[in-house]
T-cell receptor
Framework: EAQVTQNPRYLITVTGKKLTVTCSQN?????MSWYRQDPGLGLRQIYY???????DKGDVPEGYKVSRKEKRNFPLILESPSPNQTSLYFC???????????????FGPGTRLLVL | AQSVTQLGSHVSVSEGALVLLRCNYS??????LFWYVQYPNQGLQLLLK??????LVKGINGFEAEFKKSETSFHLTKPSAHMSDAAEYFC????????????FGTGTRLQVTL
């Protein structure tokens, strides 16, 4: 089954304790992206990656890091989480092939993070 | 630059009534437009998309949307609401040539009452 998986689904942590949220896709997609969802703000892009070893900032990158060492994985790293990073996080992936380059993104189930 | 405006953060309709969720976009190049649905405690699911073919697009679960370039709109409709349609709906735009860069609206929560 084609899917995007995220782990963990729920996470409670304390300020300053480094954490990583994993994201993996099995569709051989080149493009992967992280979003955060906050009430009244919709989804905002944090970071994205066009291919292995190619990453770039989205609209709200402060406080986050990413890496893309393998095509299928795109972990989100919070080096020193703060309460304002409490949010619902989504990973998404998309193909960049010329025959299907319409921007359709496939989303993971989400990770709900609470930073105390 | 691209942006999306969804009018109405909450919409309430009676079961069986028409559903109309509004979306206006701004894009400097021809856009691709999407509606995603998010059911409670779930991720986002693609409802339908416009990619410069037919202006009236049909999606899953009886939803459809019409691309109106003159009005820069892509409103989502369904003739008869069902209780199972209660969810949050997001309109999104991606500009051709920058495929996969999605900009989302702030979402509209649809409530369906008996």
């Amino acid at each position: 089954e084609a899917q995007v998986t995220q782990n963990p689904r729920y996470l409670i942590t304390v300020t300053g304790k480094k954490l990583t949220v994993t994201c993996s896709q099995n569709m051989n997609h080149e493009y992967m992206s992280w979003y955060r969802q906050d009430p009244g703000l919709g989804l905002r892009q944090i970071y994205y990656s066009m291919n292995v070893e190619v990453t770039d900032k989205g609209d709200v990158p402060e406080g986050y890091k990413v890496s893309r060492k393998e095509k299928r994985n795109f972990p989100l790293i919070l080096e020193s989480p703060s309460p304002n990073q409490t949010s619902l996080y989504f990973c998404a992936s998309s193909t960049l092939s010329s025959t299907d380059q319409d921007g359709t993104q496939y989303f993971g189930p989400g990770t709900r993070l609470l930073v105390l | 630059a691209q942006s999306v405006t969804q009018l109405g953060s909450h919409v309430s309709v009676s079961e069986g009534a028409l559903v109309l969720l509004r979306c206006n976009y701004s894009s400097s190049v021809p856009p691709y437009l999407f509606w995603y649905v998010q059911y409670p405690n779930q991720g986002l699911q693609l409802l339908l998309k416009y990619t410069s073919a037919a202006t009236l697009v049909k999606g899953i679960n009886g939803f459809e949307a019409e691309f109106k370039k003159s009005e820069t709109s892509f409103h989502l409709t369904k003739p008869s609401a069902h209780m199972s349609d209660a969810a949050e709906y997001f309109c999104a735009v991606s500009s051709t040539g920058t495929a996969s860069k999605l900009t989302f609206g702030t979402g509209t929560r649809l409530q369906v009452t008996l």
